[in-house]
């Protein structure tokens, strides 16, 4: 099946706002966490909290966080179907579903991971675009680890003060079929 970029210029441009977007705010001070928190290193954690992602469920349900801690997740997707991680608020979850779902609609997402062969597509028909960066498209938002079945992954968290958070999977289909957990700030 050969897919023209000409119909996913759309898609791309989301695609491409998903990845460009963080990084480009994260150089200047600014990442997509600021209101619900901040990436930090791992040696900063004061703690370390285990996260099984199955098909469709996390383990724990919820986290207890203080306010302003910094929380080093080990996530572990014991499921069959690619899950992530996201910490964020329902709105920030609400606006990466549409995103994930585009991802996923041109293929580059599959149900168990992601299509890592975008380079062999024809991107020819995409003025302004830096067409050597689209074979190496990531899902990369600070917050956030996408996790393939049987993989583990880590994400270093420094919470806020205190917000209403969740944690959630964002994988088309998942959230909606319950797969959120929420953050618990306790004082």
Known sequence: ??????????????????????????????????????????????????????DIFYEPASIQVKPGETVRFV??????????FNIGTAAMHAAHQKEMAMMAEHGMLTPTGMNHDMKNMDHSNMPGMDHGAMGDMKHDDPNSVLVEP??????TWTFPETTTLEFACNVPGHYEAGMVGKIDFSR
């Open 150 to 155: 049987g993989k583990s992954a880590e994400l």
């Open 1 to 54: 099946m050969t897919i023209r970029f000409r119909a996913l210029s759309g898609a791309l441009f989301a695609v491409s706002t998903l990845v460009l977007i963080p990084a480009a705010m994260a150089a200047q001070g600014h990442t997509p966490g600021d209101a619900v928190g901040q990436t930090a290193k791992a040696t900063q954690a004061t703690r370390t909290v285990e996260v099984e992602m199955g």
């Open 75 to 84: 996530v572990k997707n014991t499921g069959e179907l690619l899950h992530e």
